[in-house]
């Protein structure tokens, strides 16, 4: 915590006694090595829906729940190949300025507005929860006074030092995260091999988890109706799964970069942020192209400690009279086999791998929410002429308001009977839709229009709250169930109706699709700065990343 804060405080010290634009202060001068852009990438990404949610998830769904992870491959590939090439050259802000370049003013009102109410709603306020939830496990404290804890805790470098101080305390926070993650699932294998080693640990978890005997068994059982419902059977080790699992249906592998992938990985500006502050192309690509590694391994951080825990203590999952009443328990698993599988002083490290996750994100997404409402209303209603450093004081502002309101809605989500993973999943499901369908067509296609990507978007909410009534009225397919099946069908409603809109009505202006904000098929505009070695080679090392992903399906959708 004192490193951190030290980091913290040194690049906020000199952005704020060096340099007072508001580039410095919002993109960090735009400096970023790839290092630097791939860490803070990642770490801006994993949180309490990692660390609580996705293994309290892995405790009940299986391996499945690393579909997401690891499918972001594919998402990255789209995001290094196509997209950074045009984020970086429109020389934006925020991926709502982008969009008012590429479609009109409208859409980067709309999308500016989605993005706060979905940093809050989605980002701000489960994290904080979730942080609070585990400081709540851990020590016994108040659970409202553990929430507002770690939110104050969490925000202050936010607010003192902009992205540069988030961007390389995650640099730090990285490693702590990994190593500490990665120890939890080392100490936790060695504890089923019972002094035999790793390998019989990893045995013993696999053999468990396959669930043919004994109280695992039991356990499968009582759950697989409603996790694949109309299925007898369950497997816990595969991550390709029927279309009617509650989670993760095989479509997702692909499909989701699509519908949800797109919008959190390339739009979503608490992301992209980091992109739009590297350095130059290079470091842009070759920082993601890290990110995907880290990615890769990520599911050996958040997902097996899971899958060991299951293999622990299957008795869990059979607690409550359904799913629901499981779900607050299994979000526990985390920080139990912290409490109790790990040694004192390697829990200390542990403890702060979550918190520095925690911690990451929540200054991530504030950093990256003022800056939106700063650039995208402020500036651009209220005061356009505003001096840089009434922007950033501004900002400051904006970003210690946020905070505030995120943990009193972190307050309220502690009396939800919902799993932390599943309540962040739906909420992305309603959001990104739309904005993905938008941005990829607007993106490959010249002849997409304002009018139509607005229409879209519109529309594409409500088709989204009306199919959620249909499935709750418990009338619609089986198959449609899955948030993630629901995500599916409105992307491709978007998708048919943008292009029809577009069709219909008048074409966008020439400066709306110039090459700097489309693909030009003709020129395929998407090369340059790759690397000038076999050892920097964006190419190669992305290329890797890809064969290791169809790896890891291969070894757990066909072997196991």
Request: a positive charge; aromatic letters at 14%; one cysteine or more.
């Amino acid at each position: 915590m004192i490193a951190i804060s030290l980091i913290g405080w040194w690049f906020g010290r000199r952005e704020t006694n060096v340099a007072e634009t508001s580039s410095d202060y919002f993109l960090a001068g735009r400096t970023l090595p790839w290092y630097v852009v791939g860490s803070s990438y990642i770490a801006a990404n994993i949180s309490t829906e990692h660390f609580i949610g996705m293994i309290g998830a892995a405790m009940i769904y299986g391996i499945c729940v690393a579909t997401p992870e690891w499918s972001c491959i594919i998402a990255f590939t789209f995001l290094i190949w196509i997209f950074i090439p045009f984020l970086l050259s429109a020389k934006v802000f925020t991926a709502p300025e982008f969009l008012e370049k590429r479609f009109n003013p409208g859409m980067r009102n709309f999308f500016a507005t989605v993005t706060v109410i979905a940093n809050v709603i989605a980002f701000l306020a489960p994290v904080i929860y979730g942080g609070g939830l585990a400081l709540n496990s851990l020590l016994g404290w108040n659970l409202t006074f553990c929430i507002a804890l770690i939110g104050i805790t969490s925000g202050v470098w936010a607010i003192w030092g902009g992205l540069k101080s988030v961007a390389w305390m995650d640099l730090l926070t990285i490693i702590i995260m990994v190593g500490g993650g990665l120890a939890v699932t080392y100490l936790g294998l060695q504890s089923l091999g019972q002094g035999e080693g790793l390998v019989a640990g990893f045995q013993e978890m696999v053999t468990r988890n396959q669930a043919q005997t004994g109280v695992w068994k039991e356990a499968l059982d009582r759950l697989t109706p409603t996790i694949v419902p109309g299925h007898e059977t369950y497997n816990r080790l595969s991550v390709i799964q029927p279309l009617e699992h509650e989670t993760t249906p095989w479509p997702h592998w692909v499909m989701s970069f699509f519908y949800i992938g797109l919008w959190y990985l390339a739009i979503n500006q608490f992301m992209v942020q980091r992109i739009l502050a590297a350095k130059n192309m290079y470091h842009a690509r070759m920082g993601i192209v890290f990110a995907g590694y880290l990615k890769l391994l990520l599911p050996f951080i958040v997902v097996v400690p899971g899958l060991i825990y299951f293999a622990m203590h299957p008795e869990i999952l059979l607690a409550g009279s359904t799913l629901a009443e499981v779900r607050p328990e299994a979000d526990k698993t985390y920080t139990n086999l912290i409490r109790d599988y790990v040694p004192v002083g390697i829990k200390g490290i542990l403890m702060a791998a979550l918190f520095g996750a925690i911690q990451s994100t929540v200054s991530a997404v504030l950093a990256s929410t003022s800056t939106v409402i700063t650039f995208d209303f402020y500036r651009r209603h209220l005061r356009p002429n505003a001096t840089d450093r009434a922007t950033i004081r501004f900002g400051r502002i904006t970003t210690s308001v946020l905070l505030v309101l995120s943990i009193a809605l972190g307050v309220w989500i502690s009396g939800l009977k919902s799993s932390l993973f599943v309540y962040i999943q739906q909420l992305f499901m309603f959001f990104a839709p739309p904005f993905s369908a938008v941005f990829l067509l607007g993106i490959l296609w010249r002849r997409i229009n304002g009018t139509a990507a607005l229409a879209t978007v519109w529309l594409g909410f409500a088709f989204g709250i009306a199919v959620k009534f249909w499935v709750n009225t418990g009338e619609a397919p089986a198959w449609l169930a899955p948030y993630s099946n629901q995500g599916l069908v409105n992307w491709a409603i978007c998708m048919v109706l943008c292009i029809v809109v577009s069709l219909v009505t008048a074409p966008p202006r020439p400066e709306q699709v110039t090459d700097e904000l489309t693909l030009n098929w003709r020129k395929m505009n998407i090369g340059g700065d790759l690397g000038d070695r076999w050892y920097n080679s964006v190419t190669l090392w992305w290329g890797l990343s890809v064969v290791i992903m169809i790896g890891f399906i291969f070894l757990f959708g066909v072997v196991l």
